[in-house]
Nanobody, 121 residues
């Protein structure tokens, strides 16, 4: 199971960015996909999470500005980030709670590579 993240970059405060995370693998059942971020010198924190039932959870700091969504196939999640602030600057990583069915069923905590988001003031 692999997660491939993309879409980071440099943007001015007030601007927007859209991150994408594509999950790939065989015999897998994705339970949840989400985005975490880690700013320099700080702990990693949850940004947004989506369950298989399309239920969502957001960090208080991004509510009303960020939106997590998925494609119909439930293999790609997006994070639309609007009204970006300098404090949103961080490395954003995609995370998946994935059940692998074969050869033996097991649930994995999968991380994609991080993508840098930099918001200038």
């Amino acid at each position: 199971v692999q997660l491939q993240a993309s879409g980071g970059g440099l943007v001015q405060a007030g601007g927007s960015l859209r991150l994408s995370c594509v999950a790939s693998g065989r015999s897998m059942y994705i339970n949840a996909l989400g985005w975490y971020r880690q700013a320099r010198g700080k702990q990693r924190e949850l940004v947004a999470l989506m369950g298989r039932g399309r239920d969502t959870k957001y960090a208080d700091s991004v509510k009303g500005r960020f939106t997590i969504s998925s494609d119909n196939a439930w293999t790609t999640v997006y994070l639309q980030m609007n009204s970006l602030k300098p404090e949103d600057t961080a490395v954003y990583s995609c995370n998946g709670d994935v059940t692998v069915i074969s050869p033996t069923p097991r649930t994995l905590d999968v991380w994609g590579q991080g993508t840098q988001v930099t918001v200038s003031s």
